[in-house]
């Protein structure tokens, strides 16, 4: 059966990085996908990065230069280097993962994904 666990959330100041990691067991192939989510208070959750298996990224516009994605498949592990921390990244992270082909235009979206975490609680504050 395969487990995501999120971990290295936290609290931390405007400016300031956390580095969020995922890691992957009863994982029995290389992912095709694997991406972070977000959920703040109040809204839907939203893709933030994904990589595909050859380690091409997306990112959504909000974190382009100041988010990094990467993986490291030997070790089943997926992180998320998270640097220029604002307020309104504050939210709930989720890795999400799926075996299936997708085409690079649908790796930010929800529906692409059938394995998920349980999340871990990032806050910036001002």
């Known amino acids: 059966q395969v487990q995501l666990v999120e971990s290295g959330g936290g609290s931390v100041q405007a400016g300031g990085s956390l580095r969020l990691s995922c890691a992957g067991s009863g994982v029995s192939k290389n992912w095709y996908y694997q991406a972070w989510f977000r959920q703040a208070p109040g809204k839907e959750r939203?893709?933030?990065?994904?990589?595909?298996?050859?380690?091409?990224?997306t990112y959504t516009d909000p974190v382009k230069g100041r988010f990094t994605i990467s993986q490291d498949n030997a070790k089943n592990i997926l992180y998320l280097q998270m640097n220029s921390l604002k307020p309104e990244d504050t939210g709930m992270y989720y890795c999400?993962?799926?075996?299936?082909?997708?085409?690079?235009?649908?790796?930010?979206?929800?529906?692409?994904?059938?394995?998920w975490g349980q999340g871990t609680q990032v806050t910036v504050s001002s």
């Open positions: 999400a993962a799926t075996y299936k082909y997708t085409a690079g235009y649908y790796a930010l979206h929800r529906s692409t994904y059938d394995y």
């Open positions: 939203e893709g933030v990065a994904a990589v595909d298996g050859v380690g091409i990224t």
